[in-house]
């Protein structure tokens, strides 16, 4: 299976800064068509998921042009420009590449 | 609009069996799979499997493969997840998401089901 590891597992920020999150995969994401499978979700308490970010980089519709990602193979970044009231919750990066597909442990995302 | 409208809430006896409904609508569901996802209290997410809506392939997670089952049904575009032999491990909110095959990502979720496996 392809685990999928997330720092931090916490971060306090303060409105209007940004805020970064890391999540190694421990192996490739490359598909054989060319694409990295990875995906960035969010969740709000109390709510369902929402995709983020799919293949890396690309916004889901309605998705904040503050939020963006990058990387490549192995290792990537989620990284919120300038940190919002609304932006609170769990961040989960996944890889929907091979069975079984997997999440990171999460990362909460808290006012400080 | 694309919808996922799941069952309610459901408390459940250690041993029993739970299905859960998946109703889908707003879209013909032709190059898309159905996963199922469940989150215990104050965890993470965890995948259980997935469907393909068009041929009924199912592909199931190591961790359920024996006592969980997913089906599709045509007509009313609905998928099921049945899981057996409960125990209170599987207490948790249970998802059930698309994958579309242009994001190649979890892109519409359900709104959740909560099941509570208590004695």
């Known amino acids: 299976d392809i685990v999928m590891t997330q720092t931090p597992r916490s971060s306090p920020v303060i409105l209007g800064q940004p805020a970064s999150i890391s999540c190694k995969s421990s192996?490739?994401?490359?598909?054989?068509?060319?694409?990295?499978?990875l995906s960035w979700l969010h969740q709000r308490p109390g709510q369902p998921p929402r995709l983020l970010l799919y293949?890396?980089?690309n916004r889901f519709l309605g998705v904040p042009d503050r939020f963006s990602g990058s990387g490549a193979g192995t290792d990537f970044t989620l990284k919120i420009s300038r940190v919002e009231a609304e932006d609170v919750g769990i961040y989960y990066c996944m890889q929907p590449l091979q069975s079984p597909y997997t999440f990171g442990q999460g990362t909460k995302l808290e006012i400080k | 609009q694309v919808q996922l409208v799941q069952s309610g809430a459901e408390e459940k006896k250690p041993g029993a069996s739970l299905k859960v409904s998946c109703k889908t609508s707003?879209?013909?569901?032709?190059?898309?799979?159905i996963h199922w996802v469940r989150q215990a209290p104050g965890q993470g997410l965890e995948w259980m499997g997935w469907i393909d809506p068009n041929s009924g392939a199912p592909d199931y997670a190591p961790n359920f493969q024996g006592r969980f089952t997913m089906t599709w049904d045509t007509s009313t575009t609905t998928a099921y997840m049945e899981l057996n032999r409960l125990t209170s491990d599987d207490t948790a909110m249970y998802y059930c998401?698309?994958?579309?095959?242009?994001?190649?990502?979890?892109?519409?979720w359900g709104q959740g089901t909560m099941v509570t496996v208590s004695s």
């Open positions: 192996q490739s994401l490359v598909h054989s068509d060319g694409n990295t499978y």
């Open positions: 998401v698309r994958e579309d095959d242009y994001f190649d990502a979890f892109d519409i």
């Open positions: 293949k890396i980089s």
């Open positions: 707003g879209h013909n569901f032709v190059g898309y799979y």
